[in-house]
């Protein structure tokens, strides 16, 4: 097994994510807000939906709620632009 200085020499940019009670929590609340604001877009992926209609924490849901939270950081802030005409 890799030790961690092995992997930032490997891999600079990856991050280890304890799977704490606290930190699984949080990522569920948000994939389900991205999900409540339509802001993901899911696969026709049978599993995967199944496991998120029946709330199955298994590998395909715990993959997309990692995807989500890793991205949370990289999302762009919203501007409101305002566009007029010249008079």
């Known amino acids: 097994m890799l030790e961690c200085r092995e ?4 891999a600079p940019h990856v991050e280890g994510l304890s799977f ?4 699984k929590q949080n990522m569920m609340i948000l994939l389900q807000t ?4 339509k802001r993901i877009i899911l696969p026709l ?3 995967l939906l199944s ?3 029946e709330q ?3 590998d395909q ?7 989500v939270y890793a ?3 990289k999302e762009p802030e919203p501007h409101l632009y305002a566009i007029y005409a010249r008079s």
């Open 7 to 10: 992997i930032k020499e490997f």
């Open 71 to 73: 991205a949370k950081e």
């Open 61 to 67: 849901l715990w993959a997309l709620a990692l995807a």
């Open 34 to 37: 991205r999900m409540e604001q």
């Open 45 to 47: 992926d049978r599993v």
């Open 51 to 53: 496991q998120i209609n």
């Open 20 to 23: 704490a009670a606290k930190i």
């Open 56 to 58: 199955q924490y298994r």
